[in-house]
T-cell receptor, first 113, second 108 residues
């Protein structure tokens, strides 16, 4: 079965701790993306990567970091510098960047207290 | 600033009727257009892609694109309670821009 997996589904952390969200895809897609969605809000782009070992900041990259060491994997670290980390985090992939359709993973709901 | 605009709703439609969802986009060079469905608490699911002017039909869904008016719409025929969700419109050229979505409520 081809798809995108994110783990865990729910994540709870104390303020001041860094946390890493996992995203894996077996669609052989080149491009991968991280979005944040807050209640009643649209999708906001955090980081994206169009090729292994390369990634670009999105609209709200401050307080986040990523790596792309393998084509299949694009983990997101939410650092203690992120002021309001509680949100629904969505990973997506597409065949290539730009005008191609994106497919989303199931998401990780992060709660920081 | 490239934007995709949608009415936030909620749009209430009786079961069995046609639901019409609309979207406008600001970037004239956008080439690809998508509709996603997002159930509450779930991730967006791609339901339609459209790339050229006119209509594209897939089952009960029809996407309509008018590039001159920079307008995209999604029609859902024979609406079912299971169609109640938020529908996201997206436009893409060198990057994809998502609208904030329209909440659709199908009344049984």
């Amino acid at each position: 079965d081809g798809g995108i997996t994110q783990s865990p589904k729910y994540l709870f952390r104390k303020e001041g701790q860094n946390v890493t969200l996992s995203c894996e895809q077996n669609l052989n897609h080149d491009a991968m993306y991280w979005y944040r969605q807050d209640p009643g809000q649209g999708l906001r782009l955090i980081y994206y990567s169009q090729i292994v070992n390369d990634f670009q900041k999105g609209d709200i990259a401050e307080g986040y970091s990523v790596s792309r060491e393998k084509k299949e994997s694009f983990p997101l670290t939410v650092t203690s510098a992120q002021k309001n980390p509680t949100a629904f985090y969505l990973c997506a992939s597409s065949a290539a960047g730009g005008r191609y359709e994106q497919y989303f993973g199931p998401g990780t709901r992060l709660t920081v207290t | 600033q490239k934007e995709v605009e949608q009415n936030s709703g909620p749009l209430s439609v009786p079961e069995g009727a046609i639901a019409s969802l609309n979207c406008t986009y600001s970037d004239r060079v956008s080439q690809s257009f998508f509709w996603y469905r997002q159930y509450s608490g779930k991730s967006p699911e791609l339901i339609m892609s459209i790339y050229s002017n006119g209509d594209k039909e897939d089952g009960r869904f029809t996407a309509q694109l008018n590039k001159a008016s920079q307008y995209v719409s999604l029609l859902i025929r024979d609406s079912q309670p299971s169609d109640s969700a938020t529908y996201l419109c997206a436009a893409a050229d060198d990057k994809i821009i998502f609208g904030k979505g329209t909440r659709l409520h199908i009344l049984p």
